[in-house]
């Protein structure tokens, strides 16, 4: 369980929003424990992440439900579960026309200012915010880099000019959620991030600025961030690029807490940062180096892992899964229209409703399910089944009805989905992982004669000691005694938070040898110490099957 302590996420007071965050669609409300099992199993490898229901206006319309469904699905998997941790239910993207729903069920508020974004301020505005903050006209040292930043006044008038009013409109939602719940109950996030271009540094410092005169308190950020963060495939843009975005946002939020009183905890948000691989390890590296958090909102992603755990299911359910991707090709530009900032789909690549009616289980899963080394996966269909979900609202209790049938496969997807290709290796990563660690704390006998049972077992965990065995003792095998022998170890990537990020730790860079170990004895007696140990040790680990939580075995080559 995690070690953090549990708050009542309705009622609580001063609401503080944790380190890592990780934001769950559940677009039918049938998934919530399935997701939750996931932050419990990555609490045990010691990734701390607190789930964050969340679903917009727009989905609640399309599927036909009420803001009140997300809190009781997400209350009954905690008490199912028996979660001591806190989550949240997030209103995600509202706006003064849209946030009174969401009011007595939400505890986490995603102000959505974009399109306030460009709006003219009242007059004179821009030059008081100018007045008010004289700082940003000299130069701005940012932590971890030394050249600071210079703004102009003609520069800061014209970000002044395009995000005063934005900023403006997060305080009018903001103050209307206060009088309804009261201050310090709920997790304020200002998301400005469906723009057409993302917001420099000299921008996010000034957008700070103006949301502190606003007194919004706000606990994350959502800007527009170089690149498409197209609806449930990976990232497409400069990834190097990325990451200096990324990083120059990090250390001018930890600039702006510090000058203008802002939340201690603000953090940046990913938005559709479900699937996006490609960055992941740009993320963590300088979440690692700036002692930062994130929030990272998935985008439908658990609504796909229910598509292929029908397809997977087979028979009728595989049917009904291929119906809907028949039905959503007949309507892909009414589909596509509301999203089409987000997706980009080459219709030429989309199978022919015939072909997929067609396909057995495994082509209708390699097909849709996210791996871009499958000869058979599809980004096409995937992002258009991602915005077909209204066709499977359509079906009604038919596809709910479904869902239930095929509970437990569905579940195990979903389960899968987030844990292993978001928040940590693969277990056969992990077992890796877990070899390479151990090989460095190898142990050998001791070099005595005196006869007598012993205390400990060998590396490989396979021989008791018994009378006249000698104990063994830690030892450290220097890698140039395996000369080209055995396989390499090689390190994998984590997922976008990883045991390695969690605990505040650098991954293992995988070029760097393991230098200046030693041991007693000859080459070949050290020769022989490791090999032993690398058969017994790495042929048990690789071929055991792993089993999570309630006997479910999570693989990602399968």
Avoid at 13 to 37: E, P
Avoid at 324 to 340: D, G, K, N, T, V
Avoid at 345 to 352: E, F, K, N, Y
Wanted: charged residues 25%; aromatic residues 8%; glycine residues 8%.
């Amino acid at each position: 369980m995690p070690s953090f302590s549990a708050s009542d996420s309705v009622t609580g007071q001063d609401l503080r929003l944790a380190k890592y965050s990780f934001g769950v669609g559940d677009r039918f409300a049938h998934q919530a424990a399935a997701q939750l099992r996931a932050c419990m199993l990555a609490a045990k490898d010691g990734i701390e992440v607190v789930p964050v229901w969340n679903k917009s206006n727009r989905e609640h319309l399309i599927v036909g439900s009420k803001p009140g469904d997300v809190r009781r699905a997400a209350g009954a998997a905690v008490q199912e579960l028996g979660w001591s941790g806190p989550f949240h239910v997030d209103a995600d993207h509202i706006n003064l026309q849209t946030v009174d729903s969401f009011l007595e069920s939400s505890d986490y508020y995603t102000l959505d200012v974009a399109s306030a974004i460009g709006r003219p301020a009242a007059a004179g505005a821009a030059e008081s915010f100018l007045a008010r903050h004289p700082e940003v006209l000299n130069p701005v040292t940012l932590p971890g880099f030394e050249i600071p930043l210079n703004i102009s006044r003609d520069a800061a008038g014209q970000t002044a000019a395009k995000y005063l009013f934005a900023a403006q409109e997060a305080g009018r939602v903001y103050r209307r959620i206060e009088a309804a719940k009261g201050k310090g109950r709920f997790i304020t996030e200002v998301s400005m991030d469906e723009t057409d271009a993302p917001q420099t540094p000299e921008e996010l410092l000034l957008i700070l600025a103006a949301l502190a005169d606003e007194c919004v308190p706000a606990q994350t950020i959502a800007p527009k961030f170089t690149g498409r963060f197209n609806k449930g495939v990976d990232y497409v843009g400069d990834c190097n690029r990325f990451e200096s975005e990324f990083r120059n946002d990090l250390a001018v939020i930890a600039h702006a807490v510090r000058v203008y009183d802002l939340p201690c905890n603000l953090k940046l948000s990913v938005h559709s940062g479900s699937d996006k691989f490609s960055i992941y390890p740009a993320i963590r590296r300088s979440l690692r180096d700036f002692d930062a958090g994130v929030h990272v909102k998935t985008a439908g992603t658990t609504w796909l892992e229910e598509l292929i755990g029908l397809a997977e299911a087979g028979g009728e359910a595989l049917a009904l899964a291929e119906e809907i991707y028949a039905q959503a090709y007949a309507h892909r530009e009414e589909l596509c229209a509301p999203y089409s900032a987000v997706i980009d789909i080459d219709v030429s690549g989309l199978p022919s409703p015939q072909a997929v009616l067609s396909w057995s289980s495994g082509e209708f899963t390699a097909a849709l399910r996210h791996d871009p080394k499958c000869p058979g996966f599809n980004p096409n269909l995937r992002q258009l089944l991602h915005v077909g979900y209204k066709i499977a609202a359509a079906l009604g209790d038919r596809y709910l009805n479904m869902l239930d049938d095929c509970k437990e496969i569905i579940a195990r997807n979903v389960t899968a989905n987030l844990l292993e290709r978001h928040l940590r290796q693969s277990p056969a990563k992990r077992r890796l992982r877990d070899t390479r660690d151990t090989v460095r704390r190898r142990s050998r006998r001791l070099s005595g004669n005196a006869p007598g049972p012993a205390t400990e077992r060998d590396p490989a965990g396979v021989r008791q000691e018994g009378p006249g065995r000698k104990p063994w003792e830690p030892c450290q095998i220097r890698m140039s005694a395996l000369k080209g022998r055995c396989r390499p170890l090689r390190h994998f990537q984590a997922g976008i938070l990883g045991v390695d990020a969690a605990r505040g730790r650098a991954p293992a860079c995988p070029a760097r040898p393991l230098q200046g170990w030693s041991v007693g004895g000859s080459r070949g007696a050290r020769m022989r110490v490791f090999v032993r140990f690398y058969q017994v040790h790495w042929n048990f680990l690789a071929r055991r099957p792993r089993s999570q939580g309630g006997g479910a075995s999570f693989s990602t080559g399968k």
